[in-house]
């Protein structure tokens, strides 16, 4: 007789298309059919635990069915479930509004919710570049990003975040960008000094924003890390660099921290670490803690002023989505605030982050197979290769990061590669004991895989 998951094995494949999945290979696979969340793990259908070690796509903070989040949403949804945010307001929204800003970079002023991580990228484009017609600079039409960057899934966002990969099928909708080259050493720095390839970098947009800078309406970057690229990391001066010279040309500074917001990097925002203030923040994920889809885009008194007028200048930023500021969202993301404070959240991290940088070092790095690894706070990206010493790629069809990860699964533990470089994103509440399991399965299965 078939089972209860059987069946619903036979309805996803009969009835679903996941995101970012081979759906020939999925439905030629066993399918993991997560039915609840307990901590730090997610349980299948067949109460089989599973350590969370990607925090469900890099969004959970404090672990699943936190008592405190879920409380907020009950008490959330005991009032109101849903209003709209267009010419309306409601009490969490405020709340939450007033709370980002008091933890954001110094000189943000006002919150612009939305719903997901290219959305929040996405009003950020087009605030700035009506931004500057409204300021009658109406040349600065152009965006500028950085080359490999991710910033969504939206005709927009894929513009900014090219990646020939993911995108190579709607080149025909993306708009042009400017590119503007990472301190990425072995994309496009080989055989260069850390220190070399920052300021051939740093160069690199010096020349470009000299002879486009005055068409630029903006940079819109990921600070620290690259996180879909691969993981590739930046120091904190290539992100100051970016900020001075986006000032000293007069374009604004964008930075998308969807990923790297909300403690992942070991501080609250990622340009915390550089002590630069961008003139509009993304952000979402662990904006709830990983509970439900809100986001938000953060800017200054000064782009907001820019917008206001009499109705009929029409200055009024048209942009809005149904569900744009959420209730439910918004009182769940609240809870996750006072979480932070309440548990030490990005306190607790330190010790653990120099721990796990302690034994990447020791125990991944020598791998036969594990060219690099790239770390800020608990954002990890371990790479690996056919080839160390010519630093040569697997074939794609070998598969080796996918390999990875069906191993880790088989030890109970839940991650997902980006091609061949194995992503570590833990729950930040995440215990000694269960970092220590992490890395050992991952230890582990890479070994298993690689043969060494
Ligand atoms: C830096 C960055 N920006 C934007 C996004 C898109 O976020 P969402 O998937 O919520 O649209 C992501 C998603 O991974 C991201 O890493």
Redesign the pocket.
């Known amino acids: 007789m078939a089972t209860y998951h059987d069946k619903l094995k036979q309805l996803d494949h009969t009835y679903l298309w996941h995101p970012f999945t081979q759906m020939q290979e999925w439905m030629g696979e066993e399918p993991v059919i997560i039915s609840r969340g307990d901590g730090h793990y997610l349980v299948d259908d067949h109460g089989r635990k599973y350590l969370d070690g990607v925090s469900s796509?890099?969004?959970n903070v404090h672990g699943h069915r936190k008592k405190e989040l879920d409380d907020a949403l009950k008490e959330q949804i005991d009032r109101l479930a849903h209003s709209t945010f267009l010419g309306l307001s409601h009490v969490p929204g405020i709340n939450l509004a007033q709370q980002l800003i008091e933890i954001a970079p110094k000189g943000l002023q006002r919150v612009f919710y939305s719903?997901?991580?290219?959305?929040?990228?996405e009003i950020a484009m087009k605030m700035a570049v009506q931004y500057w017609q409204l300021k009658g600079d109406s040349q600065r039409t152009q965006i500028a990003s950085l080359a490999e960057?991710?910033?969504?899934?939206?005709v927009g966002?894929m513009s900014l975040?090219f990646s020939e990969t993911f995108h190579r099928f709607h080149k025909s909708l993306l708009f042009p960008v400017l590119r503007l080259r990472p301190p990425h050493l072995f994309r496009y720095y080989q055989g260069m000094s850390e220190a070399e390839a920052l300021a051939a970098a740093i160069q690199d947009a010096r020349e470009k924003l000299a002879e486009h800078g005055s068409t630029l309406a903006a940079l819109v970057m990921?600070p620290l890390m690259?996180?879909?690229a691969g993981m590739w990391a930046q120091p904190v001066e290539y992100l100051r660099a970016m900020s001075e010279l986006c000032r000293s040309h007069g374009i604004l500074f964008i930075l998308?921290?969807?990923?790297?917001g909300f403690g992942r990097t070991g501080k609250m925002f990622a340009c915390d670490h550089a002590g630069v203030t961008p003139d509009i923040l993304?952000v979402?994920?662990g904006i709830t803690g990983g509970y439900l889809?809100l986001?938000a885009t953060l800017t200054t008194e000064e782009v907001f002023a820019a917008f206001l007028g009499e109705y009929q200048e029409f200055k009024t930023f048209f942009h809005g989505h149904t569900y744009t500021g959420n209730p439910l969202g918004c009182a769940v993301a609240i809870a996750n605030l006072e979480l932070f404070v309440k548990e030490n959240i990005v306190e607790n991290m330190q010790p653990r982050i120099a721990a796990l940088r302690q034994r990447l070092h020791d125990e991944f790095l020598p791998l036969g197979h594990v060219s690099d690894i790239r770390q800020w706070g608990y954002m990890i990206g371990i790479e690996l290769v056919d080839d160390k010493a010519g630093r040569k790629s697997y074939p794609a069809a070998k598969r080796i990061g996918h390999q990875v990860i069906l191993e880790a699964r088989k030890r109970s533990v839940m991650i997902r590669p980006l091609g061949d470089v194995i992503v570590l994103m833990p729950p930040l509440s995440i215990a000694d004991s269960e970092l220590t399991t992490l890395l050992d399965v991952v230890h582990d299965c890479i070994v298993t895989v690689t043969g060494n």
């Open positions: 796509l890099w969004c719903d997901s991580g290219a959305t929040a990228v960057s991710y910033h969504g899934d939206t966002s975040g990921e690259q996180g879909a998308d921290e969807v990923a790297t993304c979402a994920k889809p986001a």
